[in-house]
């Protein structure tokens, strides 16, 4: 006889949901700081991004190493910044909506250990991939690489049918949500000359329809523009104002300091190689180019599809089309 969900007290679950989610919260902080960069995730160890030295178990605690010492580095006393016990705190508190959203409501005699682990790992990965997506693109204007997008997406296909998907729903909405970015974008150069929105816009939104399908991806698409814009109006109305990332400002002052090293008939033809490859080589304010990025409204709207998708299917008219 296969093992059910009702081998384990629902407490059980939630406290072994939150511990996993806070130490997994712990290392999205090193994806979200690392992979700009170009550095590998694995290696080496955490060293303090202000003197270098070696960060100690004790002071790697999720959450609590950062309420204990009060925000500051145990070895240096550098100010950290408060995006890390966040971080641990958004991955401790989706690995619990997880199991509290998708998990418990399953019949836990006839649910077995199984699928309900296969449901809990597989969204977990996404809602990992989905969190570090959002805060890397808030701060440098990127998403992760294709690699890891393309990874993400397979997941999404292949694991169709937890979510009531066929593998062919998964591979349309991956298109679809492609597409329609992509299909903007032709538009907008053919009418302006140069490209809008972000082509890591179009990845993601793939990602989130083959996991979601076509419906995910245009919900993906108009709750990422509605909240986008919810959180623009916010900020205006409490006096504050929507400017370009520090990290995009530098990378691309350094990326013109390289540049103005070449000879100058080089130059020229390296600035315009420049500007046609990269969506950032021009200041914001010009065109459709936005001082807020998209991904990480779209990774907001990919949480929703993930923890209320059921919901949404009722209340939303995308799914009454069929
Ligand atoms: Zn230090």
Redesign the pocket.
């Known amino acids: 006889m296969p093992l059910t969900l009702d081998l384990f007290p629902p407490t059980f679950l939630r406290v072994f949901a939150a511990l996993f989610g806070l130490l997994w919260g712990s290392f999205l902080n090193v994806v979200i700081y690392r992979v700009p960069k170009g550095m590998s995730v694995v290696r080496p160890a955490s060293h ?6 070696p960060v100690r178990a004790w002071q790697n605690v999720p959450v609590f190493s950062y309420v204990l010492l009060r925000g500051k ?6 100010r950290l910044s408060p995006r890390y016990p966040l971080v641990e705190l958004i991955g401790g508190v989706v690995s619990v909506a997880i199991v509290e959203l998708l998990i418990l409501p399953m019949p836990d005699t006839t649910t077995t250990l199984a699928h309900a682990g296969a449901v809990y790992a597989s969204s977990f990965a996404l809602a990992m991939g989905l969190i570090a997506t959002a805060f890397i693109d808030l701060e440098h204007m990127v998403v992760l690489p294709d690699k890891a997008n393309f990874v993400g997406a397979v997941l999404g296909v292949a694991t169709c049918s937890l979510r009531g998907l066929s593998w062919l729903d998964g591979l349309i909405g991956a298109a679809v949500g492609l597409g329609i970015v992509l299909g903007i974008n032709g538009l907008y150069k053919v009418v302006r000359g140069r490209t809008g929105m972000a082509s890591g816009d179009a990845v993601l939104l793939g990602v989130v329809g083959a996991w979601f399908g076509w419906q995910g991806a245009l919900f993906g698409l108009m709750a990422g523009a509605v909240q986008g814009v919810i959180v623009i109006v916010l900020v205006r109305l409490f006096g504050g104002a929507v400017t370009e990332p520090e990290a995009v400002k530098r990378e691309r002052e350094e990326i013109l300091a390289e540049i103005e090293k070449l000879d100058p008939e080089e130059r020229e033809l390296a600035l315009e190689e420049w500007r046609k490859e990269d969506e950032l080589a021009d200041e914001p304010g010009e065109g459709m180019q936005a001082a807020l990025a998209f991904g990480p409204f779209i990774a907001l709207a990919g949480l929703e599809l993930l923890l209320f998708g059921k919901f949404l299917e009722d209340v939303v008219f995308l799914w009454q089309l069929g």
């Open positions: 303090c991004p202000a003197c270098g030295a580095a145990g070895c240096c006393g550098a």
